[in-house]
Protein backbone atom coordinates (compact mmCIF):
# COMPACT_ATOMS: atom_id res chain seq x y z
CA UNK A 1 0.00 0.00 0.00
CA UNK A 2 1.27 3.49 -1.03
CA UNK A 3 1.46 5.86 2.13
CA UNK A 4 1.04 9.34 1.45
CA UNK A 5 3.63 11.33 3.41
CA UNK A 6 2.60 14.86 2.93
CA UNK A 7 -0.56 13.41 5.19
CA UNK A 8 0.03 15.53 8.55
CA UNK A 9 -2.85 15.17 11.26
CA UNK A 10 -4.16 17.67 13.74
CA UNK A 11 -1.91 16.15 16.73
CA UNK A 12 0.76 16.28 14.72
CA UNK A 13 1.21 19.57 13.45
CA UNK A 14 0.16 20.88 16.57
CA UNK A 15 2.84 19.12 18.72
CA UNK A 16 5.82 20.43 15.61
CA UNK A 17 3.86 24.05 16.08
CA UNK A 18 3.83 24.38 19.92
CA UNK A 19 7.37 22.81 20.50
CA UNK A 20 8.94 26.06 18.63
CA UNK A 21 7.21 28.08 22.13
CA UNK A 22 9.42 28.89 24.51
CA UNK A 23 8.19 27.15 27.81
CA UNK A 24 5.78 24.96 25.76
CA UNK A 25 4.60 22.09 28.33
CA UNK A 26 2.73 20.69 26.04
CA UNK A 27 -0.16 21.30 27.73
CA UNK A 28 -2.03 23.46 25.08
CA UNK A 29 -1.44 20.60 22.27
CA UNK A 30 -2.93 18.43 24.94
CA UNK A 31 -5.97 20.54 25.06
CA UNK A 32 -6.22 20.65 21.00
CA UNK A 33 -6.41 16.78 20.81
CA UNK A 34 -8.74 16.49 23.65
CA UNK A 35 -10.76 18.88 21.41
CA UNK A 36 -10.44 16.93 18.55
CA UNK A 37 -11.45 14.09 19.93
CA UNK A 38 -14.70 15.42 21.20
CA UNK A 39 -15.67 17.02 17.63
CA UNK A 40 -14.77 13.50 16.36
CA UNK A 41 -17.81 11.97 18.88
CA UNK A 42 -19.84 14.62 17.89
CA UNK A 43 -19.81 14.05 14.29
CA UNK A 44 -20.48 11.28 14.32
CA UNK A 45 -23.75 11.70 16.04
CA UNK A 46 -24.66 14.46 14.06
CA UNK A 47 -24.07 12.31 10.65
CA UNK A 48 -26.72 10.26 12.17
CA UNK A 49 -29.10 12.60 13.16
CA UNK A 50 -31.91 12.40 10.37
CA UNK A 51 -31.98 8.38 11.97
CA UNK A 52 -32.43 9.35 15.54
CA UNK A 53 -34.65 11.44 18.11
CA UNK A 54 -32.35 14.05 18.07
CA UNK A 55 -35.51 16.47 19.31
CA UNK A 56 -36.17 14.02 21.88
CA UNK A 57 -35.91 15.59 25.60
CA UNK A 58 -32.82 14.79 27.63
CA UNK A 59 -34.29 12.01 29.59
CA UNK A 60 -36.29 10.51 27.10
CA UNK A 61 -35.56 6.81 26.09
CA UNK A 62 -35.12 5.46 22.72
CA UNK A 63 -36.59 1.95 20.71
CA UNK A 64 -33.77 0.52 22.41
CA UNK A 65 -34.57 1.83 26.00
CA UNK A 66 -31.21 4.09 25.67
CA UNK A 67 -31.28 7.37 26.61
CA UNK A 68 -32.06 10.18 24.34
CA UNK A 69 -30.15 13.43 24.51
CA UNK A 70 -30.62 16.10 22.52
CA UNK A 71 -27.40 16.66 20.38
CA UNK A 72 -26.58 19.85 21.93
CA UNK A 73 -26.39 18.39 25.09
CA UNK A 74 -24.82 14.98 23.86
CA UNK A 75 -22.32 17.79 22.32
CA UNK A 76 -22.03 19.70 25.37
CA UNK A 77 -21.32 16.76 27.36
CA UNK A 78 -18.36 15.55 25.09
CA UNK A 79 -16.74 18.72 24.81
CA UNK A 80 -16.74 18.91 29.15
CA UNK A 81 -15.78 15.34 29.78
CA UNK A 82 -12.46 14.99 27.30
CA UNK A 83 -11.74 18.33 29.15
CA UNK A 84 -12.39 16.73 32.31
CA UNK A 85 -10.54 14.06 32.28
CA UNK A 86 -7.92 15.76 30.09
CA UNK A 87 -4.44 16.99 31.88
CA UNK A 88 -4.82 20.74 30.69
CA UNK A 89 -7.79 22.25 31.49
CA UNK A 90 -8.76 23.52 34.92
CA UNK A 91 -12.63 24.54 34.13
CA UNK A 92 -14.91 25.27 31.14
CA UNK A 93 -17.74 27.53 30.47
CA UNK A 94 -20.48 26.83 27.75
CA UNK A 95 -23.47 28.08 26.00
CA UNK A 96 -25.09 25.12 27.38
CA UNK A 97 -24.78 25.52 31.10
CA UNK A 98 -25.84 28.20 33.39
CA UNK A 99 -22.72 28.77 35.26
CA UNK A 100 -19.36 27.77 34.77
CA UNK A 101 -17.57 24.56 35.95
CA UNK A 102 -14.35 24.33 37.59
CA UNK A 103 -12.88 20.75 38.26
CA UNK A 104 -12.31 19.98 40.97
CA UNK A 105 -9.60 17.08 40.95
CA UNK A 106 -5.90 16.69 41.53
CA UNK A 107 -4.79 17.16 37.85
CA UNK A 108 -7.27 20.13 36.89
CA UNK A 109 -6.35 21.96 39.78
CA UNK A 110 -2.79 21.89 38.31
CA UNK A 111 -4.06 22.73 34.66
CA UNK A 112 -2.92 25.84 33.25
CA UNK A 113 -5.47 27.06 30.64
CA UNK A 114 -10.12 27.34 30.73
CA UNK A 115 -12.12 26.83 27.69
CA UNK A 116 -15.43 28.81 26.87
CA UNK A 117 -17.53 27.01 24.42
CA UNK A 118 -20.56 26.93 22.36
CA UNK A 119 -20.77 23.02 22.15
CA UNK A 120 -23.84 22.87 18.56
CA UNK A 121 -23.63 26.60 17.42
CA UNK A 122 -26.32 26.84 14.78
CA UNK A 123 -29.63 25.08 16.51
CA UNK A 124 -32.28 26.40 14.27
CA UNK A 125 -30.44 23.94 11.61
CA UNK A 126 -30.07 20.27 13.13
CA UNK A 127 -33.07 19.09 12.55
CA UNK A 128 -32.69 20.52 8.69
CA UNK A 129 -29.70 18.90 7.95
CA UNK A 130 -27.62 22.30 7.34
CA UNK A 131 -24.33 22.90 9.03
CA UNK A 132 -23.74 23.82 12.29
CA UNK A 133 -20.31 24.21 14.50
CA UNK A 134 -18.85 24.39 17.56
CA UNK A 135 -17.06 26.98 18.59
CA UNK A 136 -13.83 27.10 21.67
CA UNK A 137 -11.94 30.09 22.85
CA UNK A 138 -8.61 28.65 25.18
CA UNK A 139 -7.32 31.16 28.06
CA UNK A 140 -4.51 31.11 30.26
CA UNK A 141 -6.32 30.98 33.62
CA UNK A 142 -5.57 34.02 36.28
CA UNK A 143 -6.19 31.57 39.18
CA UNK A 144 -2.67 30.06 40.06
CA UNK A 145 -1.81 26.40 39.75
CA UNK A 146 -2.90 24.33 42.67
CA UNK A 147 -6.21 26.76 42.98
CA UNK A 148 -9.55 26.00 41.87
CA UNK A 149 -10.60 27.84 38.72
CA UNK A 150 -13.03 30.86 39.36
CA UNK A 151 -15.40 33.43 37.56
CA UNK A 152 -12.31 35.56 36.81
CA UNK A 153 -10.31 32.85 34.65
CA UNK A 154 -13.30 33.15 32.58
CA UNK A 155 -14.23 37.22 32.62
CA UNK A 156 -11.16 37.91 30.44
CA UNK A 157 -10.98 40.21 27.54
CA UNK A 158 -10.49 38.23 24.11
CA UNK A 159 -7.43 39.37 23.53
CA UNK A 160 -6.01 37.10 26.07
CA UNK A 161 -6.94 33.94 23.94
CA UNK A 162 -4.02 31.75 23.79
CA UNK A 163 -6.13 29.93 21.04
CA UNK A 164 -9.43 29.87 19.53
CA UNK A 165 -11.25 27.82 17.32
CA UNK A 166 -14.29 25.75 15.51
CA UNK A 167 -15.76 22.78 14.10
CA UNK A 168 -18.28 22.97 10.83
CA UNK A 169 -20.14 19.50 10.41
CA UNK A 170 -20.81 20.29 6.92
CA UNK A 171 -20.20 18.55 3.39
CA UNK A 172 -16.83 17.30 4.84
CA UNK A 173 -16.37 18.11 8.72
CA UNK A 174 -13.60 20.64 9.40
CA UNK A 175 -11.68 21.75 12.54
CA UNK A 176 -9.94 25.40 12.39
CA UNK A 177 -8.32 26.64 14.80
CA UNK A 178 -5.38 30.04 15.32
CA UNK A 179 -2.53 30.79 17.83
CA UNK A 180 -1.01 33.83 17.49
CA UNK A 181 0.95 32.34 15.04
CA UNK A 182 -1.51 31.48 12.53
CA UNK A 183 -4.52 30.20 11.30
CA UNK A 184 -4.72 26.54 10.07
CA UNK A 185 -7.52 23.93 9.10
CA UNK A 186 -7.79 20.53 9.02
CA UNK A 187 -10.10 18.39 7.28
CA UNK A 188 -11.88 14.66 8.86
CA UNK A 189 -10.41 12.22 6.64
CA UNK A 190 -13.25 9.55 7.41
CA UNK A 191 -11.15 6.86 6.00
CA UNK A 192 -8.88 7.08 9.08
CA UNK A 193 -10.63 9.07 11.64
CA UNK A 194 -8.27 11.98 11.55
CA UNK A 195 -8.10 15.62 11.40
CA UNK A 196 -6.04 16.73 8.63
CA UNK A 197 -4.05 19.73 7.36
CA UNK A 198 -5.72 21.05 4.17
CA UNK A 199 -6.19 24.26 4.54
CA UNK A 200 -2.59 25.54 6.14
CA UNK A 201 -1.96 29.55 7.03
CA UNK A 202 -4.92 30.47 6.52
CA UNK A 203 -5.59 34.16 5.62
CA UNK A 204 -8.30 36.50 5.21
CA UNK A 205 -8.58 38.02 1.69
CA UNK A 206 -8.35 41.99 2.62
CA UNK A 207 -11.64 42.28 0.34
CA UNK A 208 -14.68 40.16 -0.88
CA UNK A 209 -17.94 39.96 -2.79
CA UNK A 210 -19.85 38.32 0.18
CA UNK A 211 -21.67 39.99 2.45
CA UNK A 212 -24.21 37.73 5.34
CA UNK A 213 -26.37 39.81 7.22
CA UNK A 214 -30.42 38.72 8.35
CA UNK A 215 -32.14 41.08 6.28
CA UNK A 216 -35.39 39.82 7.58
CA UNK A 217 -34.18 42.35 10.70
CA UNK A 218 -32.96 44.97 8.33
CA UNK A 219 -36.07 47.85 9.36
CA UNK A 220 -35.08 47.66 13.14
CA UNK A 221 -31.15 47.91 12.14
CA UNK A 222 -29.43 51.24 13.15
CA UNK A 223 -29.16 53.89 10.19
CA UNK A 224 -25.38 52.78 9.30
CA UNK A 225 -26.05 49.40 8.92
CA UNK A 226 -28.28 50.07 6.76
CA UNK A 227 -26.73 52.55 5.01
CA UNK A 228 -23.99 49.82 4.42
CA UNK A 229 -26.27 46.76 3.59
CA UNK A 230 -27.63 49.50 0.65
CA UNK A 231 -24.14 49.97 -0.08
CA UNK A 232 -23.46 46.46 -0.51
CA UNK A 233 -26.55 46.30 -3.37
CA UNK A 234 -25.12 49.56 -5.06
CA UNK A 235 -21.99 48.26 -5.92
CA UNK A 236 -21.03 49.90 -9.59
CA UNK A 237 -19.51 47.80 -12.32
CA UNK A 238 -15.95 49.19 -11.03
CA UNK A 239 -16.40 47.48 -7.83
CA UNK A 240 -17.36 44.32 -9.61
CA UNK A 241 -21.31 45.10 -9.24
CA UNK A 242 -23.87 43.77 -6.41
CA UNK A 243 -22.27 42.15 -3.41
CA UNK A 244 -23.61 38.40 -3.20
CA UNK A 245 -26.03 37.67 0.19
CA UNK A 246 -25.37 34.82 1.94
CA UNK A 247 -26.36 34.05 4.80
CA UNK A 248 -26.97 29.94 6.02
CA UNK A 249 -28.04 30.87 9.48
CA UNK A 250 -25.19 28.93 11.19
CA UNK A 251 -22.56 31.48 12.37
CA UNK A 252 -19.59 28.94 11.99
CA UNK A 253 -20.43 28.01 8.57
CA UNK A 254 -20.99 31.86 7.77
CA UNK A 255 -17.74 33.20 8.88
CA UNK A 256 -16.12 30.18 7.49
CA UNK A 257 -16.97 31.00 4.44
CA UNK A 258 -16.37 34.65 4.24
CA UNK A 259 -13.13 33.85 5.72
CA UNK A 260 -11.98 31.74 2.72
CA UNK A 261 -13.60 33.97 0.38
CA UNK A 262 -13.50 36.87 1.32
CA UNK A 263 -16.47 38.62 2.99
CA UNK A 264 -18.36 40.14 6.30
CA UNK A 265 -20.60 38.85 8.43
CA UNK A 266 -23.16 41.19 10.49
CA UNK A 267 -25.10 40.38 13.71
CA UNK A 268 -25.86 43.85 14.15
CA UNK A 269 -28.62 45.02 17.62
CA UNK A 270 -32.09 45.85 16.52
CA UNK A 271 -34.28 48.10 18.13
CA UNK A 272 -35.85 45.36 20.51
CA UNK A 273 -33.01 43.88 21.04
CA UNK A 274 -29.73 46.59 20.92
CA UNK A 275 -27.25 44.32 22.05
CA UNK A 276 -28.00 41.49 18.86
CA UNK A 277 -28.19 37.79 19.54
CA UNK A 278 -24.38 36.76 19.89
CA UNK A 279 -23.01 35.88 22.84
CA UNK A 280 -19.55 37.39 23.49
CA UNK A 281 -17.63 34.84 24.94
CA UNK A 282 -18.09 31.68 23.69
CA UNK A 283 -19.35 32.63 19.81
CA UNK A 284 -18.00 36.23 18.99
CA UNK A 285 -14.49 36.41 20.98
CA UNK A 286 -12.97 32.75 19.25
CA UNK A 287 -14.07 34.05 15.78
CA UNK A 288 -12.29 37.91 16.23
CA UNK A 289 -9.03 36.14 17.71
CA UNK A 290 -9.33 33.92 14.39
CA UNK A 291 -10.26 36.27 11.99
CA UNK A 292 -7.73 39.05 12.92
CA UNK A 293 -4.80 36.49 12.98
CA UNK A 294 -5.68 35.88 9.81
CA UNK A 295 -6.05 39.57 8.78
CA UNK A 296 -9.45 40.63 9.07
CA UNK A 297 -11.53 42.93 11.81
CA UNK A 298 -14.03 42.13 14.25
CA UNK A 299 -15.77 45.02 15.96
CA UNK A 300 -19.42 45.49 17.80
CA UNK A 301 -20.05 48.50 15.35
CA UNK A 302 -17.72 50.88 17.73
CA UNK A 303 -15.40 48.64 19.45
CA UNK A 304 -13.06 46.28 18.88
CA UNK A 305 -14.62 42.58 19.90
CA UNK A 306 -10.95 41.72 21.38
CA UNK A 307 -10.90 44.56 23.76
CA UNK A 308 -14.34 44.25 25.52
CA UNK A 309 -14.06 43.31 29.01
CA UNK A 310 -16.97 40.93 29.87
CA UNK A 311 -18.97 41.30 33.06
CA UNK A 312 -20.74 38.06 32.20
CA UNK A 313 -20.64 34.84 31.21
CA UNK A 314 -23.93 34.83 28.96
CA UNK A 315 -23.54 38.45 27.72
CA UNK A 316 -24.52 39.28 24.24
CA UNK A 317 -22.89 41.85 21.53
CA UNK A 318 -23.44 43.17 18.56
CA UNK A 319 -21.00 41.71 16.25
CA UNK A 320 -19.57 42.92 12.46
CA UNK A 321 -16.78 40.47 11.09
CA UNK A 322 -14.66 39.90 7.93
CA UNK A 323 -12.30 41.33 5.58
CA UNK A 324 -10.42 44.17 6.19
CA UNK A 325 -11.38 46.84 3.81
CA UNK A 326 -15.43 45.46 3.63
CA UNK A 327 -14.99 46.39 8.08
CA UNK A 328 -13.39 49.97 7.18
CA UNK A 329 -16.70 50.90 5.32
CA UNK A 330 -18.75 49.68 7.01
CA UNK A 331 -17.60 51.81 10.35
CA UNK A 332 -17.17 54.80 8.04
CA UNK A 333 -21.16 54.40 7.44
CA UNK A 334 -21.67 53.67 11.19
CA UNK A 335 -19.70 56.94 12.27
CA UNK A 336 -20.96 58.61 9.45
CA UNK A 337 -24.97 58.20 10.32
P1 LIG B 1 -27.75 29.52 18.62
O1 LIG B 1 -26.59 29.62 19.55
O2 LIG B 1 -29.06 29.46 19.33
O3 LIG B 1 -27.57 28.43 17.61
O4 LIG B 1 -27.82 30.94 17.84
C1 LIG B 1 -26.70 31.43 17.17
C2 LIG B 1 -26.93 31.40 15.70
C3 LIG B 1 -25.74 31.78 14.87
O5 LIG B 1 -25.01 30.67 14.46
C4 LIG B 1 -26.37 32.45 13.69
O6 LIG B 1 -25.51 33.34 13.05
C5 LIG B 1 -27.56 33.14 14.29
O7 LIG B 1 -27.91 32.37 15.41
C6 LIG B 1 -28.73 33.25 13.37
O8 LIG B 1 -29.73 33.95 13.99
P2 LIG B 1 -31.00 34.53 13.19
O9 LIG B 1 -31.82 33.35 12.83
O10 LIG B 1 -31.65 35.46 14.17
O11 LIG B 1 -30.49 35.27 11.98
MG1 LIG C 1 -24.76 29.45 19.74
Known amino acids: ?33 DLGLAAKRVNVEVNKAGLVDILGDAGSTNVQ ?51 LFDP ?62 GVNGFTLDPSIGEFTLSHPDIKCPPSGGIYSVNHGNFFRYEKGVQNYITACQKKDKTSGGPYTQRYIGSMVSDVHRNLIKGGIFMYPGTVDKPKGKLRLLYECNPFAFIVEVAGGKATNGRQRILD ?26 MTLS
Do not use: W
Open 65 to 115: GEDVKKLDVFANDQFTGVLRHGISCAGIASEELDDYVAFDDAVSRQSKYVC
Open 1 to 33: MLLNRKILTLDEFTIQQLREFPHATGELSNLLR
Open 120 to 181: LDGSGNIDVNVSIGTIFGIYRRVTGKGELASKADFLQAGINQVAAGYIVYGSSTMLVYATRR
Open 308 to 333: IVPTELHQRTPMFIGSREMMDELEQN
